[in-house]
Nanobody, 128 residues
Framework: VQLQASGGGLVQAGGSLRLSCAPS????????GGWFRQGPGKEREFVVS????????AYADSVKGRFTISRDNAKNMVFLQMSSLKYEDTAVYFC??????????????????????WGQGTQVTVSS
């Protein structure tokens, strides 16, 4: 599975951006999806994830209430709507995916180790 992330850019603090993640090669339906980010000089950290069914989401405390993950399995895409952006949200954002079984319909992991496939990253820069 290859993942293509897009939608990053430069935005002022308080602004919004929407990131998109499109897999190629396989239907995205039975993969849970997620976004991680890596700021300058920092470790890659969990941001948000969504189960393959879309029924369950998990958010890092730092983005709860400001970011929303969604997926459209018919269009084979996962989205990250980011609002009320802060300077500290500046990072390279990576979309990721992991294989799920039918019984894992509500699994939305937070650990990098649970994700098998990674996109190339898209830069988000928030100016203060």
């Amino acid at each position: 599975v290859q993942l293509q992330a897009s939608g990053g850019g430069l935005v002022q603090a308080g602004g919004s951006l929407r990131l998109s993640c499109a897999p190629s090669g396989v239907p995205f339906s039975y993969y849970y999806g997620g976004w991680f980010r890596q700021g300058p000089g920092k470790e890659r950290e969990f941001v948000v994830s969504v189960s393959w069914s879309g029924s369950t989401t998990a958010y890092a405390d730092s983005v709860k209430g400001r970011f929303t993950i969604s997926r459209d399995n018919a269009k084979n895409m996962v989205f990250l709507q980011m609002s009320s952006l802060k300077y500290e949200d500046t990072a390279v954002y990576f979309c990721a995916a992991g294989s799920a079984t039918l019984s894992d319909y509500d699994r939305a992991p937070r650990s990098k180790a649970d994700f098998d496939f990674w996109g190339q990253g898209t830069q988000v820069t928030v100016s203060s």
